[in-house]
């Protein structure tokens, strides 16, 4: 079957007059349709600008796309004009940030939002009778009570603001929704509710999710895979089993996970790992976590690192070389 969204050797460069920094650097990653994938990694991975680079919303006048391909079912977004891209957003893709005031029209009702966002999409050809019972609906589903759809974004809390945009961005049941740190702006308990809220709508309407989080207590909850990012690469990706369960891991994400002997143990915030990540405008050369890792040899210093797969586990490492016999690949 076809994937929902392939991202192929996606590279993107940031370009300044002083400066070439090279953000993410030839990804590989894909979605099945109802699959909840978070992309994980500290701040300055590249995670934000790969999921920005498959709307074509990178800061256009330093963001570049070097190379790669963006497929929404086979379909590459990276060759959509700007108007076709606008039809996607909203459409097949939606996006919510960490500040749901990003999306949110600080002086518009909230149910006239999702309506007027319903009828920039309206390719059933609502009535205007249909659209609001959806926006009504929409409301209802995340929780907010349908006799409050004439009030303004001020008048709701901060959890209660993110609900408004998940409601917004889920109101044309996109194929994809892209969430950049949903929950973070909010307190444990609300964050909790919003993941589980993302969680059950998942459940009701097959939406896939691409969740990008530094918190892998977040990844726990509501994943079905995770991919873990560092210097613009991957460097590991696998389900929820093998990252959580499997017995190796690339050395990052070791790091990540800390000292934490159960790695089921939820609510784990990342932990800070020696060192700083490169400068994407001065990368090392071979492995990028090269500087930062203990188990570092003099091949990792040189050269490209090979990925090894075992079953739906990748990891881009030189030491798994020796666990060949244990079924990991070069692939
Ligand atoms: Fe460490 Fe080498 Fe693996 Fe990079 S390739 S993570 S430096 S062991």
Same mark, same amino acid.
């Given at each position: 079957e076809e994937k929902l969204l392939e991202i192929k050797n996606l590279e993107v460069h940031y370009i300044t007059e002083t400066a070439d920094m090279k953000v993410v650097n030839g990804i590989n990653l894909s979605l099945e349709h109802g699959e909840t994938l978070g992309l994980v990694?500290?701040?300055?991975?590249g995670k934000t600008t790969t999921a920005l680079s498959i709307l074509n919303l990178l800061p256009s006048r330093v963001g570049k796309i070097k190379g790669g391909q963006v497929l929404l079912e086979g379909k590459d977004l990276l060759k959509e004009d700007k108007e076709e891209i606008r039809q996607v957003r909203g459409e097949r893709i939606s996006m919510i940030f960490q500040d749901p005031m990003s999306s949110l029209?600080?002086?518009?009702r909230v149910g006239d939002q999702i309506a007027e966002n319903l009828e920039l999409h309206n390719r059933e050809k609502r009535s205007k009778e249909d659209i609001e019972n959806r926006v009504c609906e929409m409301l209802e589903l995340v929780g907010?009570?349908?006799?409050?759809?004439?009030?303004?974004?001020?008048?709701?809390?901060g959890g209660m603001k993110q609900r408004v945009g998940i409601a917004m961005a889920l109101a044309c049941s996109p194929q994809l929704l892209i969430a950049d740190e949903p929950t973070t702006a909010l307190d444990v308990t609300i964050q909790s509710q919003v993941l589980t809220l993302m969680e059950d709508l998942k459940k009701k309407m097959g939406t896939s999710i691409l969740l990008i989080t530094h918190d892998l207590g977040v990844v726990a909850e509501i994943c079905d895979s995770v991919a873990i990012m560092y210097a613009g690469e991957l460097v590991e990706r696998g389900s929820i089993y093998d990252i959580f369960e499997g017995k190796h891991h690339h050395p990052y994400t070791k790091g990540l996970f800390g000292s934490i002997p159960d790695l089921t143990a939820k609510r784990s915030r990342l932990t800070p790992i020696d060192g700083l990540m490169p400068d994407p405008a001065d990368l090392p050369a071979g492995c990028k976590f090269h500087p930062r *890792? +203990?188990?570092?040899?003099?091949? *990792? +210093?040189?050269g490209a690192v090979p990925v090894y797969k075992n079953g739906s586990h990748k990891i881009q490492c030189h030491l798994m070389e020796k666990e060949e016999k244990d079924g990991w690949k070069i692939c």
């Open positions: 990694g500290e701040t300055g991975a029209n600080p002086v518009m907010i009570p349908s006799s409050r759809r004439n009030e303004y974004p001020h008048q709701f809390s *890792c +203990k188990s570092c040899m003099e091949k *990792c +210093k040189i």
